[in-house]
């Protein structure tokens, strides 16, 4: 069983930052590749970016140029940085190991002046 524990939520204005991250609660964690996802209120989930295992990331066209998704592998921790918040950025963020049913509980990000 594997257990991932998401933080760094908070309320931000428009233009802000935040900074999330997912700590996974066994070492088994450099062999997956992580992804973020999010929901917004009334909206399916959505993926937002992946890291693999190399190093590799992709995002949405949405959060390309804002978020950076990085990972610490000695430290079992993902991170997804936010800059230039947008309102439509408000939901609950989730990560999840890749091709399996790990998800973590989520952590609200909402962007409001």
């Known amino acids: 069983q594997v257990q991932l524990v998401e933080s760094g939520g908070g309320l931000v204005q428009p233009g802000g930052s935040l900074r999330l991250s997912c700590e996974a609660s066994k070492s088994i964690f450099s062999m997956y590749a992580m992804g973020w996802y999010r929901q917004a209120p009334g909206k399916q989930r959505e993926l937002v970016a992946f890291i693999t295992t190399g190093g590799n990331t992709n995002y949405a066209d949405s959060v390309k140029g804002r978020f950076t998704i990085s990972r610490d592998n000695a430290k079992n921790t993902m991170y997804l940085q936010m800059n230039s918040l947008k309102p439509e950025d408000t939901a609950v963020y989730y990560c999840?190991?890749?091709?399996?049913?790990?998800w973590g509980q989520g952590t609200q990000v909402t962007v409001s002046s």
């Open positions: 999840n190991l890749r091709g399996t049913l790990y």
